[in-house]
């Protein structure tokens, strides 16, 4: 069964510091991959995806994500944050059978950012 | 364009009671799906519908939960003889298609709370 683990359930960095959100996937087949973010009272927010070639992809407020197929990852990285950045981000894998688009989310991590 | 629509944003209910939570998706979005989230936990699948019937209701946790699209547009979640376990966001997301990968705009969520 497939499955998304986000290791890390709470981060703090500080304003203008490099982020990285760390997503580990469980899947026999090439992965569709994606990262939402959610701001507190909002509907969640497709930040990128990835669905095959280049492995760097990038994504909206000027976020990247890395899938490296070897560690069964997709980390999500900014290089710098701002204070706006501070939500709970989920990293989800979508199922390729039966041609759906339902998707498996991981727990969540949620991002402090401090001034 | 207007986003998913999601009624009432806050729902309390005893144990017990029937509800319905409705959800307009975006104008023209075949494919609907509804999400539950609990607190502390990433959004899990419950149903999605590709135009007016049920694809796949895997993720409904039992018979009390129901959900209809009749014209192909609006639907509504029903639960009745709700449980406190049922406590929890309720978020509805349309996409285009259901073509993986097809992006899914979700809803601000219905919050349901049972006393």
């Known amino acids: 069964a497939q499955s998304v683990t986000q290791p890390d359930i709470h981060i703090t960095v500080s304003e203008g510091a490099s982020l990285e959100l760390r997503c580990n996937y469980s899947y026999g087949a090439t992965p569709y991959l994606f990262w939402y973010v959610q701001s507190p009272g909002q509907g969640l927010q497709l930040l990128l995806k990835?669905?095959?070639?280049?492995?760097l992809v990038q994504g909206i407020k000027g976020f990247e994500a890395e899938f490296k197929r070897s560690q069964s990852s997709f980390n999500l990285r900014k290089p710098s944050v701002h204070w706006s950045d501070a939500a709970e981000y989920f990293c989800a894998v979508g199922e390729s059978s039966g041609n759906t688009g339902k998707l498996i989310f991981g727990q969540g991590t949620t991002l402090q950012v401090k001034p | 364009g207007a986003g998913v629509s999601q009624t009432p944003s806050n729902k309390v209910t005893e144990k017990g009671k029937y509800v319905e939570l409705r959800c307009d998706p975006i104008s023209g979005h075949t494919a609907l799906y509804w999400y539950r989230q609990s607190l502390g936990q990433g959004p899990e699948f419950l149903i999605y519908?590709?135009?007016?019937?049920?694809?796949?209701d895997s993720g409904l946790p039992n018979d009390r939960f129901f959900a209809v699209r009749p014209e192909g547009s609006v639907s509504t979640l029903k639960i009745q003889r709700t449980e406190r376990g049922d406590s929890a966001v309720y978020l509805c997301?349309?996409?285009?298609?259901?073509?993986?990968?097809?992006?899914?705009?979700f809803g601000n969520g219905t919050r349901l709370t049972v006393t």
């Open positions: 519908f590709q135009g007016t019937g049920a694809a796949d």
């Open positions: 997301a349309s996409s285009l298609n259901t073509v993986v990968g097809s992006p899914l705009h």
């Open positions: 990835y669905f095959s070639g280049d492995t």
